[in-house]
């Protein structure tokens, strides 16, 4: 391996967060600094991250868009996913070591320091404690945590107030079907759902009847911001351009 890509690749495998891509930088003109965190989605790494993935996500995963289509990236990815799973505390307390850097460069440039953690996974981080015997959102109780996810255990216990204080959660909607009343259920509980959607780059999102909030969710990766009971549309990209699972809502 060339010197400088594997001085890059040891780079991004000790630094666990990213606070520089696309999406994070979105949120800097509403005075916010994100840290997330990229895992090998679904078990491209050997492990899965994601108990409630469907095939028509784990295909269109957005680990096939931006960088996440570049096989150095894919590959600190998957050796990420892997520590993980070698020693979870450890893992968590290297996290934490990552989080309380981005709480102080955040302070440096004036900015409201955020987590996601499960930025291409859907592990339960409210349960997974460090060795100080504590969660990512027990050790930082004043930081906000935010995530998708497609559990609806996890998703219930968020709309019922089961969850951290400082962890929002939006449910993730895919293509498998029967989920009518599990959607009704969420959204009149005030919890949100997100869905792709066949729009490209650049178009507005449809006009939406109905008396259910639509937010443009490729202004900004700040979930939790967004009202109560919304429904939250995102823009296909990568691979999710040429789904046909159903998992890209068809809308236009
Ligand atoms: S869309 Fe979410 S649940 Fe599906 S594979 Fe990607 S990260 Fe996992």
Known sequence: MPKRCSQWLYKYMSTLLTSADAKTTKGEPLGYLTGILYLAPANVSGFNVCPNATAGCAAACLYSAGRGKFTSVQTARIAKTRRFFASPKRFVSD????????????????????????????????????????????????????????????????????????????????????????????????????????????????????????????????????????????????????DTSGFVLQVA
């Open 95 to 242: 996290l934490s070591k990552d989080i309380a850097a981005l709480v102080r460069r955040a302070d440096k440039k004036g900015l409201i320091p955020c987590v996601r953690l499960n930025g291409t996974s859907d592990l339960p981080w409210e349960k997974l404690k460090g060795d100080d015997g504590k969660t990512l959102m027990q050790a930082f109780p004043h930081l906000q945590f935010y995530d998708y996810t497609k559990s609806s255990e996890r998703m219930t216990e968020f709309v019922n107030g089961d969850m951290p204080p400082n962890y929002h959660l939006t449910f993730s909607r895919s293509e498998k079907g029967g989920m009518g009343s599990v959607y009704a259920g969420i959204l009149a509980s005030g919890g949100s759902i997100a869905s792709v959607v066949n729009i490209k780059r650049g178009n507005p999102l449809p006009a939406f009847s109905g008396s259910t909030q639509l937010v443009d969710g490729d202004e900004h990766d700040l979930r939790f911001l967004d009202p109560k009971g919304c429904i939250v549309g995102l823009r296909a990209k990568g691979d999710a351009i040429k």
